[in-house]
């Protein structure tokens, strides 16, 4: 694995690295989380393509709630080493080799482990919490965030103010990330092919 914790999430540098590279949060777009090719996958992978001869990372819509979830992930993170007792530390990326064909950007990494954060609204914490395992729509994020990064374990924390945490330590699905790993190859494959078509146009 290979860390750049010289970048800090959410500034231009950051922005740029991730520009035509497939990521973690949406790796779903290439395989669902049921294991299944996503209907996504074309118009992402023209979406990187177009980023990767642009070199700029495509403008995404911030509602207010997911604004919102990236205020209050700091007070997450510092929850969560309160609960735990230990260090989390911020990264800007990772990727799983010097290939750096695909990446994450974890909310926290420990020695051996991560951390995905959401801050979701109010009812979908309680649905969250009721249901207590993690949400289906982010089985694709964690188990690519343990593809990238190696690591036997993932946390993901759903955390609103007031509310108890919804913490949930994930362990790996080797036959999901087999899966994924060779629809990701495949995918950067594809990718290849159409930067240089577009560079031919």
């Given amino acids: 694995m290979i860390i750049r914790d010289d970048i800090i ?17 949406s790796f779903d777009k290439i395989l669902t989380p049921t294991g299944k090719a996503s209907t996504q996958r074309k118009q992402y992978l023209y979406q990187l393509a177009g980023e990767t001869i642009t070199g700029l990372k495509m403008e995404t819509y911030q509602s207010e709630a997911m604004k919102r ?8 993170r510092e929850l969560f080493e309160m609960i735990y007792d230990t260090d989390v530390k911020q990264v ?6 010097e290939q750096k064909k695909y990446l994450c950007s974890p909310d926290g990494l420990m020695s051996d482990t ?10 979908t914490h309680v649905e ?3 249901n207590n395992k993690l949400p289906t729509k982010y089985i694709s994020q964690v188990q690519g965030s343990m593809l990238v990064t190696g690591f036997e374990s993932w946390f993901f924390m759903s955390n609103y103010p007031g509310l108890k945490p919804l913490i949930i330590e ?6 999901y990330i087999a899966e994924l790993e060779s629809e990701l190859d495949k995918f950067c494959l594809d990718l290849v092919v159409v930067v240089k078509k577009l560079k031919g146009l």
């Fill in 9 to 25: 999430q959410g500034e231009s540098e950051w922005f740029a690295l991730k520009a035509g590279v497939p990521g973690a949060s």
């Fill in 69 to 76: 979830g990236i205020e209050l992930e700091h007070e997450a």
């Fill in 92 to 97: 800007g990326v990772c990727y799983k080799d």
């Fill in 114 to 123: 991560g951390l995905e954060i959401k801050s979701p609204l109010i009812h």
């Fill in 128 to 130: 969250y919490l009721l």
């Fill in 170 to 175: 994930v362990k790996r699905d080797e036959a």
